[in-house]
């Protein structure tokens, strides 16, 4: 009986180990801010470990990767791989904190950088994007650790510099990393219960959405939800990657980021977005013939601008145009510069920047097969008095560009009009 015992109970280790499923767990700097909160961090690890092995990201504590880009700016470095380096440094304190605290516990925990796996990138500095990771050195730190806690926002070249992966780094980190160990899921965990049906602080009657599509999470997260960076969406839907967006605070079952076909009734709106970080950028007396506006956008894209809404009026004598278009805020300046020094390639009469505007979105799957959904937005706004500049519509989003002082209107009124109030 006792031989039989020695047997059969390493035999049931194995089917156990074999039944765990891999979680990516990623926490954001909010969740990771102080001491206190990485102790909570390690009390939600310490409850999942029972049940599954663990990768998990971390992001620098709350407002340091914004003050060592403040270092970098006051003395005006212009060195990619020396401000690399310094951006990426405040997730090297937060995984050797948890992972300390981690051990303490009698969990099993190591710390590694982005090198250390590696995680291989371009030579974009910050904003380089993922070449390649080691999966096999991953699976030979899962067999030895209990936890493994990563350096989101890291990665390393192929010359040996650290690189930065750029605005929701971490969450491409932590998307990237369960694509490649084939993790059973991707739970982002930040400090809002998951993903709302506009913004809370905007919508008071707002509610959590159970469940997205990848198209409308993407959609959302380009037109102004700042819950998921477009990236790891992207990379999400491209790896068939189910996320998770919930709460480090409340522990409260989050939202579900997954293939739209997991969806049982697709809503013909799911939420209302905003953004105010548009200019437009109006240009006018501008030729009016073919190839101008090729010419025109080539040179942005040369400047690597992010061109969104496009607008393009003919005057009545058909022999000149004015364009309208957005960017982000922070390319306004360069895009203007770039524009203005062309001017003998592209000759026009004036160019006008506006940066008091807001792009309101409403998007949902449902969109796809009902009518009235663009009639019913136009008619709030109208309701409203609010002018609409420039419209852009995909199969399931439709935005507009209205005047900024109107922001919090707009989306209260769409919100209601589309029956979205909890």
């Not at 049906?197 to 905007?202: F, R, V």
């Not at 993407?218 to 477009?230: D, I, W």
């Not at 040179?299 to 278009?325: E, K």
Request: glycine residues 6%.
């Amino acid at each position: 009986l006792f031989f039989n015992i020695i047997i059969i109970i390493p035999e049931l280790n194995k089917y156990f180990f074999k039944s765990m499923s891999l979680i990516v767990m990623k926490f954001g700097g909010t969740s990771v801010a102080n001491i206190e909160k990485i102790n909570n961090v390690a009390k939600i690890i310490q409850k999942e470990i029972k049940k599954n092995k663990l990768i998990v990201i971390l992001s620098a504590m709350a407002g340091v990767t914004n003050q060592m880009q403040n270092y970098i700016e006051e003395i005006n470095s212009k060195n990619d791989i020396e401000n690399d380096l310094i951006l990426t440094s405040g997730e090297n304190v937060t995984i050797g904190i948890l992972s300390s605290v981690l051990n303490s516990k009698k969990i099993k925990s190591i710390p590694l950088l982005g090198w250390q796996v590696p995680i291989i990138t371009d030579n974009n500095h910050q904003k380089a994007k993922i070449l390649n990771i080691d999966k096999d050195r991953i699976n030979k730190f899962l067999k030895d650790y209990d936890v493994i806690v990563l350096a989101g926002f890291q990665g390393i070249n192929l010359q040996g510099n650290i690189t930065s992966l750029g605005r929701g780094g971490s969450d491409t980190t932590a998307v990237a990393i369960a694509a490649a160990t084939n993790a059973d899921r991707c739970d982002i965990y930040t400090d809002v219960d998951g993903v709302f049906t506009s913004d809370p602080s905007i919508v008071d009657k707002a509610r959590k959405i159970n469940k997205l599509a990848y198209e409308e999470m993407l959609e959302m997260s380009s037109t102004g939800a700042k819950v998921l960076h477009t990236r790891s969406v992207e990379l999400a839907m491209k790896n068939n990657l189910v996320l998770q967006v919930l709460s480090s605070i409340t522990k409260k079952p989050g939202t579900l980021i997954l293939d739209e076909k997991n969806l049982i009734e697709k809503e013909i709106v799911s939420g209302v977005s905003y953004s105010k970080n548009e200019t437009k950028i109006t240009i006018s007396g501008i030729e009016d013939k073919p190839g101008i506006s090729a010419k025109l956008f080539g040179l942005l894209a040369d400047g690597n601008i992010n061109v969104d809404m496009i607008v393009q009026n003919i005057s009545q004598d058909g022999i000149y145009a004015n364009i309208t278009f957005t960017v982000p805020n922070n390319e306004a300046n360069f895009a203007s510069e770039i524009l203005e020094s062309n001017s003998s390639v592209i000759s026009f009469k004036s160019l006008k920047t506006d940066e008091n505007v807001s792009k309101i979105s409403v998007i949902g799957m449902g969109m796809m097969s009902q009518s009235g959904v663009a009639q019913k937005m136009f008619k709030t706004l109208a309701d409203n008095s609010i002018n609409i500049l420039a419209i852009s519509t995909s199969e399931i989003k439709i935005s507009v560009l209205i005047e900024g002082k109107y922001t919090d209107i707009a989306v209260k009124k769409l919100h209601s009009a589309y029956n979205l109030n909890g």
